[in-house]
């Protein structure tokens, strides 16, 4: 599953912002995940966006190796948040 939004920014240009990108446990390392990124890449690039930007926690090295091997690089933004609750 993956959910992006597409977000034209003044600074950014034409951003996609991948929200959530989940693969079932049971199918992981076998492929889903590369092909639904791909799949991704390729809508994307037939929207014309201009560039994709994700979040990934600190805890979760497997999911920062797998961007890093799709060719995403960190950014170079600090995100900030605050929980309201």
Do not use: C
């Amino acid at each position: 599953m993956a959910l992006a939004v597409y977000s034209p920014s003044a600074e950014e240009g034409r951003l996609l912002v991948l929200n959530d990108f989940f693969v079932d446990p049971a199918m992981r390392r076998k492929g889903v995940g590369r092909a639904l990124a791909t799949r991704l890449l390729e809508e994307a690039k037939a929207m014309r966006v201009e560039r994709i930007d994700l979040e990934v926690t600190p805890t979760n090295a497997p999911a920062a190796a797998f961007w890093k091997s799709m060719g995403f690089r960190t950014g170079g933004r600090t995100v900030y948040g605050r929980d309201i609750v």
